[in-house]
């Protein structure tokens, strides 16, 4: 178990970028693989990114490849989301999570969760 808290999102024009940031607590971070995931109003969360435990694996979902981009800073125990070229449809309430165990894109799998951070792109 570790705590989460996600930041960095807002409202932003189709085409711009956010970053979003989610911090962690505890000196065991290094040892959790990370993902994002997303949820919006009337449908199931869905995987957005994971990434492995130094950031040498990582995995996009293909809704999401080549625009965002997932990346941890382990001194910093801090995950980021870097989101470009957005879209409305990216429009959601991001979730960062956290589990001991490989990258994985399955929320199943993970145990920690932060609260979610709006994301709402215009077009």
């Known amino acids: 178990q570790v705590q989460l808290v996600e930041s960095g999102g807002g409202l932003v024009q189709a085409g711009g970028s956010l970053r979003l940031s989610c911090a962690a607590s505890?000196?065991?971070?290094?040892?959790?693989?990370m993902a994002w995931f997303r949820q919006a109003p009337g449908k199931e969360r869905e995987f957005v990114s994971t990434?492995?435990?130094?950031?040498?694996?990582?995995i996009y979902a293909d809704s999401v490849k080549g625009r965002f981009s997932i990346s941890r800073d382990n001194p910093k125990n801090t995950v980021y989301l870097q989101m470009n070229s957005l879209k409305p449809e990216d429009t959601a309430v991001y979730y960062c999570?956290?589990?001991?165990?490989?990258?994985?894109?399955?929320?199943?799998?993970?145990?920690?969760w932060g609260q979610g951070t709006q994301v709402t792109v215009s077009s």
């Open positions: 990434i492995n435990w130094n950031g040498g694996r990582t």
């Open positions: 505890g000196r065991a971070f290094s040892l959790y693989a």
């Open positions: 999570a956290a589990r001991l165990g490989s990258e994985s894109g399955v929320p199943g799998n993970f145990g920690s």
